[in-house]
């Protein structure tokens, strides 16, 4: 079985400043992970997604995760933050030799100031 | 295109009700997925379905939970003897094949409160 723990339940940055939303995962197979987002009053939509070869992925809004393999990790990124940007961002992971189920994280809340 | 659109977007109840959800997916998609977002949660997996069948419905909590897609395109999630519990943010997504690398694509969910 898979499992995703998202530590930060709520981050809060400054508009232009550096963010990073922790991911970690468990899982006894290999994996395919996922950042989905939820914005305000809208769906959830996939920002980017690792499923093989390089293990830095980008997202067209200038996001950015790391697949780290011997920390578990998937850790996403972004040097300079919008307004924009505030949203609930949730880790994922499905398991590659099974069928097509997600499992979620518990959400972060990245909430920008002006 | 149209998105996965679902109805309704907010469902009132009172305890030990019947209740469905429907669900339609993006046109062309084979795959369609019901998932349970609780308050302060991520979306957990409930059942997922390939063409008319259920390829995997590990994720119903119990047997009051039931799902069809009988034609391949709408489904629809039925819930008996509602509980409190069951309160919560229904997702659906579809995919266009299924395949374990494809993008889910989600709908804006329902809202089911059970009084």
């Known amino acids: 079985a898979q499992s995703v723990t998202q530590l930060d339940s709520q981050v809060p940055v400054f508009e232009e400043a550096p963010v990073e939303l922790r991911c970690n995962y468990s899982?006894?197979?290999?994996?395919?992970l996922f950042w989905y987002v939820q914005y305000p009053n809208q769906g959830l939509q996939l920002l980017l997604k690792y499923l093989s070869g390089s293990t830095l992925v980008k997202s067209i809004n200038g996001f950015e995760a790391e697949f780290n393999k011997s920390q578990t990790s998937f850790h996403l990124r972004k040097p300079s933050v919008h307004i924009s940007d505030t949203a609930e961002y949730f880790c994922?992971?499905?398991?590659?030799?099974?069928?097509?189920?997600?499992?979620f994280g518990s959400g972060t809340r990245l909430s920008i100031r002006p | 295109g149209a998105g996965v659109s679902q109805t309704p977007s907010n469902k009132v109840t009172e305890k030990g009700k019947y209740v469905e959800l429907r669900c339609d997916p993006i046109?062309?998609?084979?795959?369609l997925y019901w998932y349970r977002q609780s308050l302060g949660q991520g979306p957990e997996f409930l059942i997922y379905f390939q063409g008319t069948g259920a390829a995997d419905d590990s994720g119903l909590p119990n047997d009051r939970f039931f799902a069809v897609r009988p034609e391949g395109s709408v489904s629809t999630l039925k819930i008996q003897r509602t509980e409190r519990g069951d309160s919560a943010v229904y997702l659906c997504?579809?995919?266009?094949?299924?395949?374990?690398?494809?993008?889910?694509?989600f709908g804006p969910g329902t809202r089911l409160t059970v009084l």
């Open positions: 997504a579809s995919s266009p094949a299924g395949g374990k690398t494809d993008t889910q694509y």
């Open positions: 994922a992971v499905s398991a590659r030799g099974s069928a097509s189920k997600i499992i």
């Open positions: 046109s062309g998609h084979t795959a």
């Open positions: 899982s006894s197979v290999s994996v395919y």
